[in-house]
């Protein structure tokens, strides 16, 4: 795990070292373990001007002997897998022709090793990158299809005068950039690209109105910044320059879709498969020449993840290390079930308990982390342990993200479960689900309510009956809410012959995962830890989402398959646990009562009320009420503030 940047300057211009070098810079807690950097020319013009450490310093006061070099790359080094010198970045081949700068872990890196050198590759080092190197230089493009893992990385071909750069199937690692005339930059954090004086920093409006009224964020390409994006997961460009080098040419390409068909199990054979590929995933994921630890909430996810990490350590291992995040309210506390998973595996358990004013007195540093308003409190939760991961020495940190999306496992799934049978006639079966659901759970998800009530209903009424519920004509600018509102997206309709259910998945994976994995690698690259995610292995996913739903949601109960394939694994009490939390914090009492002085004085400020985006004196009116219990609009309340609070961190 690192932090990658780096340009490509057309025209007159020379490259801007030292804007280079300080888009590195603003990624130092990304790679806390080394600095690197190389210039290089196009048509070989000078030979390649690499230097490990600072590159002002390598230079002193004097620039490059020559003006031709036009492509830069910085890189800041986070040792995991081969910490030797042998393993620094930016890495080239021994001819010069290909270097590389590269965030990310490629777990079969060891296999492909071996087919590599079978086709007469050599390796200077044990690091994925140079194995990423040499299987671009064997195989193109295409060698990101043979690649399991998280990644995001650009390669310069010398010969070619070309740059390529691509991003895992998922999105696990960020790949930002942008263009301005002839000049193209890229990092792995927004704030890298800030430090171009060129950037004007204007809100984007169409990521602030999804984000305001769906609380919606990383969807798209496009990023809170306008004239910033991103690549999309399974997205790969060319940057090319022009033959007289008066300007570029950028080409983009998806390179990965997620499968389609359908793969027909007995239950006991499909647990018996699931729980061989996610124990697969956890023992590759695991290779580090560094501690490995886990994130451990208490759920089903986190705890399959920590009882199966259990099972293949080898013998003679210290136990590994996991961190919760705990309340001492026991509505939001989960350390009965984080208890049984230590009491069953032995691993060394850190609790940490997060509150309110940490929060509020930690949000100008989290949110310089994050670069863009983030989705709520529960943020903190997350932050909290990966700060209490790194502060113990442990850099790397399993996680149980993509589970709900890959296995069904938020409760707005039933609801297009339900809706899927009613459109299909089967109403005797959707009522047995529907009434499963009620009996498990005591309740009806408002979540759950929803998507069934999208599936069944005209996508007019359905915008309608949403601009009712959440009110936001009533407190949104009528103006600003005209100009943004045609952009909106419709809700989600399923293809031709697919289930509502199954779109809504693709949906999960494809347009609401990235904003959870863009708050994971942020909290977690804040303390220099990597997150891995062994629910992502493609593997395992691609198998998942060709299952039958039957097989993740039965008898009102979610993640049916994950809880079969489970048994005598993970302790019976959390196998069977009928709700769902996840590292969460008591929003509410925190909205309501610890910072509503905080959130008052926002509401009340002068930079809010000259906002064009709401109606202030509305906002307020409804915080009131919230807090009076007369309203449930703690998300909404959230983003109101967030927002105001990004405004001025990042563009006033």
Same mark, same amino acid.
């Given at each position: ?45 000078? @030979? /390649? +001007? ?5 590159? #002002? &310093?390598? !230079?002193? $006061?004097? *620039? ?108 696990? @690692? /960020? +790949? ?5 005339? #002839? &000049?193209? !930059?890229? $990092?792995? *954090? ?463």
């Amino acid at each position: 795990m690192c932090g990658i940047a780096g340009l490509i300057e057309a025209g007159d211009r020379p490259l801007d070292r030292r804007l280079l070098e300080a888009m590195a810079t603003a990624l130092a807690h990304r790679g806390p373990d080394g600095e690197g950097y190389v210039l290089l020319a196009p048509g070989g013009r000078e @030979k /390649p +001007f690499a230097v490990a450490g600072g590159l #002002s &310093r390598a !230079l002193g $006061a004097r *620039e490059p002997a020559t003006g031709a070099f036009r492509v830069g790359f910085g890189h800041r080094r986070l040792a995991i897998v081969d910490l030797t010198p042998l393993g620094r970045q930016p890495m080239g081949t021994d001819d010069g022709r290909f270097w590389i700068t590269y965030n990310g872990e490629v777990y079969n890196a060891p296999e492909l090793r071996r087919e590599l050198t079978a086709l007469g590759h050599r390796f200077r080092s044990m690091s994925d990158t140079e194995v990423v190197l040499a299987a671009y230089r064997q195989w193109g493009g295409g060698c990101l299809a043979r690649f399991n893992g998280m990644f995001a990385f650009a390669i310069w071909d010398g010969e070619a005068d070309c740059l390529f750069c691509a991003r895992d199937r998922f999105g696990i @690692k /960020p +790949f930002y950039y942008r263009e301005d005339g #002839s &000049r193209w !930059l890229f $990092a792995s *954090e927004i704030k890298a690209l800030l430090c171009d004086p060129a950037l004007r920093r204007r809100p984007n409006d169409r990521a602030l109105f999804d984000y305001l009224t769906q609380g919606r964020q990383d969807h798209t390409t496009e990023t809170f910044f306008d004239g910033v994006r991103q690549l999309a997961p399974g997205e790969c460009l060319t940057v090319r320059l022009r033959p007289d080098s008066t300007g570029l040419v950028v080409e983009h390409r998806h390179w990965y879709r997620l499968p389609e068909g359908a793969e027909r199990l007995a239950p006991q054979d499909a647990a018996a498969r699931l729980r061989d590929l996610l124990e697969d995933s956890v023992r590759v994921q695991l290779r580090a020449d560094v501690p490995v630890g886990s994130c451990l909430s208490g759920g089903l996810d986190s705890s399959s993840i920590v009882c199966l990490m259990a099972r293949v350590v080898p013998a003679g291992t210290p136990p590994p290390q996991t961190f919760s995040s705990c309340q001492e309210d026991e509505r939001f506390d989960e350390r009965r079930y984080i208890r049984e998973v230590v009491a069953r595996t032995g691993v060394r358990n850190h609790e940490v308990f997060p509150n309110a004013e940490e929060l509020y007195q930690g949000l100008p540093q989290i949110m310089w982390h994050h670069d863009e308003p983030f989705a709520g409190t529960s943020m903190l939760a997350q932050w909290a342990v990966m700060r209490a991961a790194g502060h113990a020495g442990v850099k790397v940190l399993l996680d149980g993200q993509g589970s709900d999306e890959v296995l069904c496992g938020y409760p707005r799934f039933m609801g297009s479960r339900i809706a899927d049978l009613i459109r299909a006639g089967r109403w005797g079966r959707a009522w047995r689900e529907w009434a499963a659901w009620r009996q498990v759970h005591q309740a009806v998800h408002p979540t759950t309510m929803a998507a069934m009530v999208r599936g069944l209903l005209p996508t007019g009424l359905v915008r309608r009956l949403r601009a009712r519920v959440t009110g936001e004509t009533a407190w949104l600018n009528p103006a600003w809410l005209r100009a943004c509102s045609d952009a909106a997206e419709s809700p989600l309709k399923p293809r031709e012959g697919r289930s509502l259910l199954a779109a809504h998945q693709v949906q999960a994976l494809t347009q609401d995962l990235p904003a959870l994995l863009h708050a994971e690698d942020r909290n977690s690259m804040a303390f220099s830890v990597e997150a891995r995610v062994p629910f992502l292995d493609h593997r395992l996913v691609e198998w998942l989402v060709r299952l039958p739903v039957e097989h993740k949601i039965r008898d009102g109960m979610t993640k049916a398959v994950l809880r079969d394939a489970m048994a005598g694994v993970l302790p019976d009490q959390v196998r069977l646990r009928r709700d769902k939390m996840g590292f969460v914090t008591p929003e509410d009492h925190w909205l309501r009562v610890s910072l509503r002085r905080q959130i008052q004085e926002t509401l009340e400020s002068e930079s809010l009320r000259g906002r064009p985006y709401w109606r202030a004196n509305v906002l307020q009116d409804w915080f009131t009420r919230y807090c009076e219990d007369a309203m449930t609009i703690g998300p909404t309340v959230w983003r109101w503030v967030n927002l105001e609070w990004w405004l001025r961190r990042f563009c006033d």
